[in-house]
């Protein structure tokens, strides 16, 4: 347990980075806990109320206490960035396992078109997506998901060309284990730990991406509260009350560099 504490105390860094992941999934879970204000009503007569004791973020122009806003909209950004990251995460993995071991013209045909995907900006795509199935939060959700598949794909089909040319592979053959088991026993299991570890990154990232969508208006639309909503919903007032949207996009920032810091922390656990 010593040992344990030790090596968390030599890296300050990371713990701050799992504290600050911990606070945003404790806003998405349980936010009443954290604030008792009302995300939805404020108090006009309050209006543009600066940072202080009783409003930690300051006011919204409608008075609504933007700490309170920032919390409650943790639940919306966070859970569509999970879900994005499950469909990028479930899909790209089957199409870089199909095309790695599959091989040959279905391997050439897959990854042709995943460059297609990769050749594309994601956010760009993920604004076509929305655009075609409406403005929601579980769209934007699918969207960040669909724009994240080829890279996971990729990671993927790396991975499974590196065990498939492994020995205990060809063993297995020998022994006279079919391709089906080969697959579910040997090759899955040994690819999976790049790809899982990509999954980490791709959290902050999806994060940025779900609030740049909100903060262009493909998102969730007001009162709902969400992190690229509140940036957006202050900009038109930085100039007089910055804290409106510095304060919200400050929240978002840190989430997103500890998701980065814990990953890079995975990725460096996983190549030792």
Same mark, same amino acid.
């Given at each position: @347990?010593? !040992?344990?504490?030790?090596?968390?105390?030599?890296?300050?860094?990371?713990?701050?980075?799992?504290?600050?992941?911990? +606070?945003a999934i404790g806003w998405a879970v349980a936010?009443?806990?954290?604030?008792?204000? $009302?995300?939805?009503?404020?108090?006009?007569?309050?209006?543009?109320?600066?940072?202080?004791?009783?409003?930690?973020?300051? &006011?919204?122009?409608?008075?609504?206490?933007?700490?309170?806003?920032? /919390?409650?909209?943790?639940?919306?950004?966070?859970?569509?960035?999970?879900?994005?990251?499950?469909?990028?995460?479930?899909?790209?993995?089957? %199409?870089?396992?199909?095309?790695?071991?599959?091989?040959?013209?279905?391997? &050439?045909?897959?990854?042709?078109?995943?460059?297609?995907?990769?050749?594309?900006?994601?956010?760009?795509?993920? @604004? %076509?997506?929305?655009? /075609?199935?409406?403005?929601?939060? $579980? $769209?934007?959700?699918?969207?960040?998901?669909?724009?994240?598949?080829?890279?996971?794909? #990729?990671? @993927?089909?790396? =991975?499974?060309? &590196?065990?498939?040319? =492994?020995?205990? %592979?060809? !063993?297995?053959?020998?022994?006279?284990?079919?391709?089906?088991?080969? @697959?579910?026993?040997?090759?899955?299991? $040994?690819?999976?730990? !790049?790809?899982?570890?990509?999954?980490?990154?791709? +959290?902050?990232?999806?994060?940025?991406?779900?609030?740049?969508?909100?903060?262009?208006?493909?998102?969730?639309?007001?009162? =709902?509260?969400?992190?690229?909503?509140?940036?957006?919903?202050? #900009?038109?007032?930085?100039?007089?009350?910055?804290?409106?949207?510095?304060?919200?996009?400050?929240?978002?920032?840190?989430?997103?560099?500890? &998701?980065?810091?814990?990953?890079?922390?995975?990725?460096?656990?996983?190549?030792?």
């Amino acid at each position: @347990m010593t !040992a344990f504490a030790s090596g968390w105390a030599r890296r300050p860094v990371l713990v701050l980075a799992w504290l600050v992941v911990l +606070v945003a999934i404790g806003w998405a879970v349980a936010p009443h806990l954290f604030t008792s204000y $009302n995300p939805f009503t404020g108090d006009p007569s309050a209006s543009f109320a600066p940072p202080g004791a009783e409003h930690w973020f300051g &006011t919204d122009r409608l008075g609504r206490d933007l700490f309170a806003r920032s /919390v409650y909209g943790a639940r919306t950004t966070l859970t569509a960035t999970l879900l994005a990251v499950l469909i990028a995460f479930g899909l790209g993995a089957v %199409v870089g396992l199909i095309a790695g071991f599959a091989g040959g013209l279905a391997d &050439t045909a897959i990854m042709r078109v995943v460059d297609v995907f990769l050749a594309i900006p994601s956010l760009l795509l993920a @604004m %076509v997506v929305v655009s /075609v199935l409406g403005y929601s939060t $579980n $769209n934007i959700a699918l969207a960040v998901g669909i724009s994240s598949i080829a890279s996971f794909a #990729r990671v @993927m089909r790396a =991975q499974v060309l &590196t065990v498939v040319n =492994q020995d205990y %592979v060809k !063993a297995a053959y020998g022994l006279g284990v079919g391709r089906l088991g080969v @697959m579910t026993r040997h090759v899955v299991p $040994n690819s999976l730990s !790049a790809v899982i570890a990509l999954a980490a990154l791709e +959290v902050g990232t999806g994060v940025l991406a779900v609030a740049s969508l909100g903060f262009l208006g493909y998102g969730a639309p007001p009162p =709902q509260p969400e992190w690229g909503l509140l940036v957006a919903e202050g #900009r038109d007032y930085v100039a007089v009350h910055p804290y409106a949207s510095i304060l919200p996009g400050l929240a978002l920032a840190a989430v997103v560099i500890a &998701t980065h810091r814990i990953s890079t922390s995975f990725r460096k656990e996983n190549h030792r």
